[in-house]
């Protein structure tokens, strides 16, 4: 990995500007200024995660990301009750927003207006069709193996090369990411060769050194396999978050999350008490309770690595897997 | 598509002495032998799906494949039942035999010790490691996007590249093939190069004209898009199969299955009349209520062929996303 990575142009990077087709996921307390900006730096796009955040967290991961060109990344129905914070991420010309979970027609306008690439983040045939008639540039197509929030339902592998076919069966230009399950170089490629024009990158930029995750969340998730993550609301009840029907979060399978999911009316018939419980184990950094979010990737990811290492390694693992693929071909 | 499909050698097309790495699901009640014999004769490797089925059933479907070599597929919970269904498909020398959905162990040695190639498929890591222990010599990474039934949990994008560094990591050498969504050339493309030898189809070849599947019921698939499917127990209540805790079946979404889907509780309680009235829409070809089972990818299928195209398009086709993808890099 000394050679510098070999360049991966795809319709992407031209309307980005941007050197390798990877694209960090705003993920809400992980994706910071510090993270963004090294994912920016190494050739991808980074985008700090607004999350349920105001304008003093905006304010602060902005300075974090200091001149480097990043994005931000919102969730709509958290937008709704904030819509101000639209306006102080515009103000800094960002190099993108992204909108996720919920209608983004609210919103879409004022960052076309501003110039600024929109990109959205769907899981389903229709709503791509929304974002695509409210004048998204990029769409990213989420399948239900990420980490974190998703409306569940697809899987990555079907979801890409069916809205691929969706933007060119009407006539739009606009590429397509794929999300959910991307960790590795073998990902990226697969993504390209699926159609898609890059990846929108969770789990793995979360095992980084420059991500909010605390370190005892880097040292539990480490050891998992890809059949330890679930996608359930447990903890979205006991954090308070009215997410949308539909919408699950994955997390590693944890005692809590194993004593709860499924049981979730018991769970609300004692909320305070669990309440009170959750925000204890926050306190203690108590693993066994608090929320891991990490998709099923997790499985093949076994070291915390520098974001611009990352980033080298999908491109260069991309690569490789693509020669690999063509090689076998004609042999 | 005049010419004849390029090589695309793999670990499991010298395994198995086959010209393309294509594997046809043995969907039970679908993979007859006319289907079976199809995909053998093109170049693949075509199986039998005995599923809930017996011996005239073997008898007949192996008679309907005629002089072509062809695999065997069982569910090894049915095999339980009517252990000597084995022994009368091992007697034809088969290609190979496919264990699915529960311990292999019972039956593997048989399997084993006639010199047949022994695919397991697993949707679980642990369950990839008992494959492996009792002696897989294939691993079929099936992932929840699949039609028809399943464990489900994990996307064929994360579940591939996870076997396939489990069987590196274990000094095995069994190739593994990807299932769930690949229906088309770009996803056999996308299953090499997350470093599977190949790929189990199953909802392409039900689209086809050999399949014993209806045409009503391709008529009313071949319309549906890929979120148009729901994995449920609801069709395996009314039919009386008692699936093992954890299995679910992904069929295309009807009046039926929405009305029962999420209220089985209530169907439980109202069986005997609801089992009556599967029955009768049975013989009335009544696809709002008779189960279609197909996978996410039926999204992109939008028409019967028959099996030979199938596999030449495949094979094209992922030859054509590598060079693409190939091209991208350096560009």
Known sequence: MDEPAPALHTALTALLDISHPIVLAPMGGVAGGALAAAVSAAG????????????????????LAGDVRVGYGFINWCLSERPELLDAALERRPAAVTLAFGDPEPFAGRVRAAGVPLICQVSRVADARRALDAGADVLVAQGSEGGGHAE???????????LVDLVADTGGHAPVLAAGGIVDGRGLAA?????ADGALVGTRFWACREALAPAGAHRRALGAGGDDTVATRVLDSVRGYSWPDGATSRVLRSPFVERWHGHEEELAGRLPELAQRYRQAVADEDYDVVQIAVGEGIGVIDEVRAASEVVESLVHGAAAALAEGRARNHR
């Not at 569940?152 to 069916?162: I, K």
């Not at 993504?191 to 159609?195: E, F, H, Q, S």
């Open 191 to 195: 993504a390209l060769v699926l159609g």
């Open 44 to 63: 991808g796009l980074g985008q700090i995660g607004i999350g349920y955040g105001d304008r003093a967290l905006l304010d602060r991961e902005s300075a």
């Open 152 to 162: 569940r339902g697809r899987g990555t592998f079907t979801l890409v090369p069916e």
